[in-house]
């Protein structure tokens, strides 16, 4: 299994451009998420799902959109970045239901002009 | 707002010497996790704290949850260089979000 992957490792936008940040899962979990980790601040949930065609915000969405057709991908979009969403941007999935270990992915770092 | 703050922020320290880390909040969690992150990975799952007082022990981490359930702390004996990371602890509000803690960023020196 190769967990939870994403795409890119890195990346570098001008401020206006649009991208999608991509995430996979092959364990078949129902939750998926997007988290943004910023210096001191540890983690903020952007937006959330419970399964495919259900999606939810989090403490931080604004700037970004999610949609979840499938049960594996969860991607994140980028709709006219801006320096503020500068950050490294974690994907994570889990078993639904409360205490549940949840797997994240490696890291997106982006980077905002 | 439901937040979760760390203390230290910052800690470094000897091999071999004992340190504490703690995770407050105002807000009463279901239960509660702790992480560790390594530089470019992301946070690994180190233990999840359910009941108000529980103690649970990973070999020289030693977690507790408050009987309130509204803090926890992470103890670690005889700290070794690869214990060094970013330790984060994460809230379950119970509502579908985990309420993730601002992290203690350790440095153990040899």
């Known amino acids: 299994n190769a967990g939870v992957t994403q795409t890119p490792k890195f990346q570098v936008l001008k401020t206006g451009q649009s991208m999608t940040l991509q995430c996979a899962q092959d364990?078949?979990?129902?939750?998926m998420s997007w988290y943004r980790q910023d210096p001191g601040m540890g983690l903020r949930l952007i937006h959330y799902?419970?399964?495919?065609?259900?999606?939810d915000q989090g403490e931080v969405p604004n700037g970004y959109n999610v949609s979840r057709s499938t049960t594996e991908d969860f991607p994140l979009r980028l709709l006219s970045a801006a320096p503020s969403q500068t950050s490294v941007y974690f994907c994570?999935?889990?078993?639904?239901?409360?205490?549940?270990?949840?797997?994240f992915g490696p890291g997106t770092r982006l980077t905002v002009l | 707002t439901q937040l979760l703050e760390q203390s230290p922020q910052f800690l470094s320290i000897q091999e071999g010497e004992n340190l504490t880390v703690y995770c407050n909040s105002s807000s009463v969690f279901s239960s509660l996790q702790w992480y560790r992150q390594e530089p470019g990975e992301g946070p690994v799952l180190l233990v999840t704290v359910v009941t108000g007082g529980e103690v649970k022990k990973l070999k020289r981490l030693t977690f507790q949850f408050g009987d309130a359930r509204k803090d926890s702390s992470l103890h670690i004996t005889a700290a070794q260089p690869g214990d060094t990371g970013l330790y984060l602890c994460a809230g379950d509000s119970g509502t579908y979000k985990y309420i993730f803690g601002t992290g203690t960023r350790l440095k153990v020196l040899a």
């Open positions: 994570a999935s889990r078993v639904l239901g409360s205490r549940n270990e949840q797997f």
């Open positions: 799902s419970v399964g495919a065609g259900i999606t």
């Open positions: 364990m078949n979990h129902e939750y």
